[in-house]
T-cell receptor, first 114, second 114 residues
Framework: DTAVSQTPKYLVTQMGNDKSIKCEQNLGHDTMYWYKQDSKKFLKIMFSYNNKELIINETVPNRFSPKSPDKAHLNLHINSLELGDSAVYFC?????????????FGDGTRLSIL | DQQVKQNSPSLSVQEGRISILNCDYTNSMFDYFLWYKKYPAEGPTFLISISSIKDKNEDGRFTVFLNKSAKHLSLHIVPSQPGDSAVYFCAASDGSSNTGKLIFGQGTTLQVKP
């Protein structure tokens, strides 16, 4: 009964391909996030959705497109993958957007571009 | 532009002693601070938080201290246990944005030796 689950856990693919990462939470939370952890280990916010509505869209290339079919799911689609996209991508969720609402993270998807 | 910094990449302490992890921030709009703990191949898990209206928050072996004038916070773990060995991330939030956006430091790897 994993709270925030991401699939796949590992993704190895060629440059130029299109891939998707799925995220689901069973906590009943309203807000979901995507983070990227790069080679320097920084965790940086990419997107967040609150009740299926986009509320954070950081400076991320247009090749990245989040989709939230419902409150429990936030998927990340990446077009034309580049070498620099290699990273660990974490999904997270929280009860709301208030500062005091801790975020619950999935175990990450390690994306490797060949 | 690193708004949250953890200047010590690693820390090693003996079991039973105190571990002190430090974090500095630059943005005076930050009003809520959180510590996350991360084991390898897992997502970060929430540990403890503090609001800017307080200077201390304690939860069992974990205490977070906030010095607003110095823009500095620290996490104390007493007594340290081998199971505490993990990467610790400091994160900060500007509550006025009401987006849930967290800015993370780059993490400190804590090793607790038996």
């Amino acid at each position: 009964d994993t709270a925030v689950s991401q699939t796949p856990k590992y993704l190895v693919t060629q440059m130029g391909n299109d891939k998707s990462i799925k995220c689901e939470q069973n906590l009943g939370h309203d807000t979901m996030y995507w983070y990227k952890q790069d080679s320097k280990k920084f965790l940086k916010i990419m997107f967040s959705y609150n009740n299926k509505e986009l509320i954070i869209n950081e400076t991320v290339p247009n090749r990245f497109s989040p989709k939230s079919p419902d409150k429990a799911h936030l998927n990340l689609h990446i077009n034309s993958l580049e070498l620099g996209d290699s990273a660990v991508y974490f999904c997270a969720s929280s009860r709301g957007t208030g500062s005091s609402q801790p975020q619950h993270f999935g175990d990450g998807t390690r994306l490797s571009i060949l | 532009d690193q708004q949250v910094k953890q200047n010590s990449p690693s820390l090693s302490v003996q079991e039973g002693r105190i571990s002190i992890l430090n974090c500095d921030y630059t943005n005076s709009m930050f009003d809520y601070f959180l510590w996350y703990k991360k084991y390898p191949a897992e997502g970060p898990t929430f540990l403890i938080s503090i609001s800017s209206i307080k200077d201390k928050n304690e939860d069992g072996r974990f205490t977070v201290f906030l010095n607003k004038s110095a823009k500095h916070l620290s996490l104390h773990i007493v007594p340290s246990q081998p199971g505490d060995s993990a990467v610790y991330f400091c994160a900060a939030s500007d509550g006025s944005s009401n987006t849930g956006k967290l800015i993370f430091g780059q993490g400190t790897t804590l090793q607790v030796k038996p």
